[in-house]
């Protein structure tokens, strides 16, 4: 369910200027993940700060489970789920 609103958030926010510039300004802030989640539901986007958190930990989960031998610790450089999401919005 959230990797599908998070799809049509990123969709829509190619044709609605406002949406893309409130979700991009979260980056700065203090809390950027709780921030995110408010402007999505504030646009009626159903995607809530648990959800955000826990489908970043299964994508960079499924990355260690494909490492040959299995991974036991992150690597350096993965972004986060939010990270990713930025990039799309640019």
Not at 38 to 56: K, M, S
């Amino acid at each position: 369910m959230l990797e599908l609103e998070l799809k049509k958030l990123i969709n829509d926010s190619k044709s609605n200027e406002s949406l893309k510039k409130e979700l991009l300004n979260t980056k700065n802030s203090p809390e950027p993940m709780r921030d995110f989640c408010d402007v999505c539901r504030r646009f009626g986007y159903e995607i809530y700060l648990g959800e955000l958190f826990a489908y970043g930990e299964d994508m960079n989960d499924s990355k260690l489970r494909a490492t040959n031998g299995g991974g036991s610790f992150a690597i350096e450089g993965w972004n986060d789920a939010l990270e990713n999401i930025y990039d799309e919005l640019l």
